[in-house]
Structures are given as structure tokens and as C-alpha cells.
């Protein structure tokens, strides 16, 4: 069963930096592309960005340049390093492990990241 555990949200001033990680387990890590996803009251939920298991990655737009997602294949662990946060980045942000071959997908439970001053 594919469990997804996110942490390292909170609280941070606006131009602030959060880390957020990301532990998988049930899975085969390697064959797996992780994704990092938010949703803000209201809105839809957007895809942040992208990691393949070889480390190629993909960001929406409106994140470029500020976050950067990385995986430790060895640990089982996404992680997003967002840096020159705004208050628009408030939301859950939610980590989401994809089979590369099924497309099966499977979601954490979320973690709150809030951006205020």
C-alpha cells in the first residue's frame, strides 16, 4: 500500500524560504515520477512541479526560478525548496507519486504552508 507523508510546512513571512519533504513507503521508489501539487481555498488544485527518477523536472510557471523540487532515491524522499515566497503561494500543498507505467496515482495527505506577514 502507498503511503505518502508529508512535512515541513508552516508559517513563513513573505520573501521567506520553506523546505517541504516528502517520505514514500509501500512502493518502489525508482519507478515512480513525484509531483508536488497545491490547492488554495477556492481554487483548483494546480501541479507546482515535477521530478522523473532520473531528475529531470518540470515547473509551473508561476514557481519557476523560485522552487526546486529534488528526490533521494535511496531515502524514498521528494523534497521542494521554495524560496522568495509570496502570499499567493499560500496553500495545501500535497505530494503525489505516479507509475510510470500504469499512470496509477496516489496522494498524500497534505501539508498547510501560509504566507503572511
Known amino acids: 500500500q502507498v503511503q505518502l507523508v508529508e512535512s515541513g510546512g508552516g508559517l513563513v513571512q513573505p520573501g521567506g524560504s520553506l523546505r517541504l519533504s516528502c517520505a514514500a513507503s509501500?512502493?518502489?521508489?525508482?519507478?515512480?515520477?513525484m509531483d508536488w501539487y497545491r490547492q488554495a481555498p477556492g481554487k483548483e488544485r494546480e501541479q507546482v512541479a515535477n521530478?522523473?527518477?532520473?531528475?529531470?523536472?518540470n515547473y509551473g510557471d508561476s514557481v519557476k526560478g523560485r522552487f526546486t523540487i529534488s528526490r533521494d532515491n535511496a531515502k524514498k524522499s521528494v523534497y521542494l525548496q521554495m524560496n522568495s515566497l509570496k502570499p499567493e503561494d499560500t496553500a495545501v500543498y500535497y505530494c503525489?507519486?505516479?507509475?510510470?507505467?500504469?499512470?496509477?496515482?496516489?496522494w498524500g495527505q497534505g501539508t498547510q504552508v501560509t504566507v503572511s506577514s
Open positions: 503525489s507519486a505516479i507509475h510510470r507505467r500504469t499512470l496509477r496515482r496516489s
Open positions: 509501500g512502493i518502489i521508489f525508482s519507478i515512480y515520477d
Open positions: 521530478i522523473t527518477p532520473g531528475r529531470s523536472t
